[in-house]
């Protein structure tokens, strides 16, 4: 289950929703696949690399929001 750290301060109705959306991804690939079946399709628009084992992959949200998945 994806942790949810809401560093934007969602509304909580938004922020519930969002957490149910993003509970069931456990790996990369299912970030990936959710991203694609969305409407509008979503895509990873950047991975920024923290050391040799930790990578962030961020991917727009809606409303000019993005999440960023945390991947080790």
């Given at each position: 289950m994806v942790p949810l750290n809401d560093?934007?301060?969602?509304?909580?109705?938004?922020?519930?929703?969002?957490?149910?959306d993003v509970a069931p991804l456990d790996l990369l690939q299912d970030v990936v696949r959710w991203g694609f079946a969305a409407t509008p399709p979503r895509d990873v628009v950047e991975v920024v690399v923290q050391d040799e084992f930790?990578?962030?992959?961020?991917?727009?949200?809606?409303?000019?929001?993005y999440l960023v998945f945390d991947t080790t």
């Amino acid at each position: 289950m994806v942790p949810l750290n809401d560093r934007a301060a969602l509304a909580p109705a938004r922020r519930e929703a969002l957490a149910r959306d993003v509970a069931p991804l456990d790996l990369l690939q299912d970030v990936v696949r959710w991203g694609f079946a969305a409407t509008p399709p979503r895509d990873v628009v950047e991975v920024v690399v923290q050391d040799e084992f930790t990578h962030d992959v961020v991917m727009p949200w809606e409303d000019g929001c993005y999440l960023v998945f945390d991947t080790t």
